[in-house]
Nanobody, 129 residues
Framework: QVQLVESGGDLVQAGGSLRLSCAAS???????????TAWFRQAPGKEREFVAR????????DYADSVKGRFTLSRDSVKNTVYLQMNRLKPEDSAVYYC???????????????????WGQGTQVTVSS
């Protein structure tokens, strides 16, 4: 089982920026060569929703329409860490942000939380108006 640790959540004013990190450990390099990492978020009373995903080497990235143009996903494959740069934050971006990993390949198009088997503990992002 891979272990995921998120960090970087904070309270920020609308229009501000944050960078979230997700560090993965617990698997061999061969395993990492097939997995896809994604960020999800969940606001109080709402379902967990897809934010963005990235393939194992960072060459393919996909965003939810609600964050496209404002959020940027990247990864450092040497450090097995994925970064979510969030700019021009809005109050509606407030949520607990979770990092998750799936063994499904990026080309499978999986964005349903049920398809991701490993999750971090989450990090709180609060955007004040």
């Amino acid at each position: 089982q891979v272990q995921l640790v998120e960090s970087g959540g904070d309270l920020v004013q609308a229009g501000g920026s944050l960078r979230l990190s997700c560090a993965a450990s617990g698997r061999t390099w061969n395993w990492y060569a097939t997995y896809t990492t994604a960020w999800f978020r969940q606001a109080p009373g709402k379902e967990r929703e897809f934010v963005a995903r990235i393939n194992w080497n960072g060459a393919s990235i996909d965003y939810a329409d609600s964050v496209k143009g404002r959020f940027t996903l990247s990864r450092d494959s040497v450090k097995n860490t994925v970064y979510l740069q969030m700019n021009r934050l809005k109050p509606e971006d407030s949520a607990v942000y979770y990092c998750a990993v799936t063994r499904f390949s990026y080309t499978s198009g999986k964005t349903d939380p049920a398809d991701f088997g490993s999750w971090g503990q989450g990090t709180q992002v609060t955007v004040s108006s």
